[in-house]
């Protein structure tokens, strides 16, 4: 063989083994056949020079969807190299323990406050705050927004002040009704009054109002 190299292989009688022998192509290897066994032997040519690096593969994230808790991750490749892209499925994971419900407040735990200079919309945040309404002319509107947007619980307390010169007017948004009596106007510079949900969408007014 080429080079001076050295094969040897060990078979049982009656096999037949098949040799591939790299090398010159004619060379002629020299096989000693110690057994009753049948060799067969191939020559083959040089290895070729080796090739040019083929392009880079470009990937690319497609979609990440979320799957149903509990099945399996998986990933589809999509396109032909060099540019394919992946896309995922992640299953959800299992729903967390329920959490605990916080710790009652007192009358002692001081309100907070939430000081308004113009027209406002009440948000989820303003429950249990007062909000204090002030401007030196310019008539102030507090709107109490459909429950399909803001989901204030019912039995939600709300204090309004009116601390400036200006009107003061609570209203409802389109759907909410908010009642009061004589009116739904804080009479008076410092005037002040509570909303109370009394039911969905269904508002009491109370306090120092005016019509």
Known sequence: MAGGNEV?????????????????????????????????????????????????????????????????????LVGSPPAQTL??????????????????????DAQQINARTASYTLAISDAGKLITASHASTAITITVPAGSSVAFPVGTHIDIARLGVAEVTIVGASGVTVNGTPGLKLRAQYSAATLIGVAADSWLLVGDLSA
């Open 87 to 108: 896309s995922l499925t992640i299953p959800r994971g299992d729903a967390g323990a329920a959490g605990t419900n916080g710790t009652n407040g007192t009358f002692a």
């Open 8 to 76: 040897s292989v060990s078979v049982g009688a009656g096999n037949t083994i098949t040799v591939a022998v790299a090398g010159s192509t004619g060379t002629t290897p020299t096989i000693t056949n110690g057994g009753t066994a049948t060799v067969t032997v191939t020559s083959v040519g040089d290895r070729g020079p080796q090739g040019d690096a083929g392009p880079a593969t470009t990937l690319a994230i497609g979609t990440v969807t979320t799957g149903e808790p509990g099945s399996s991750a998986s990933a589809a």
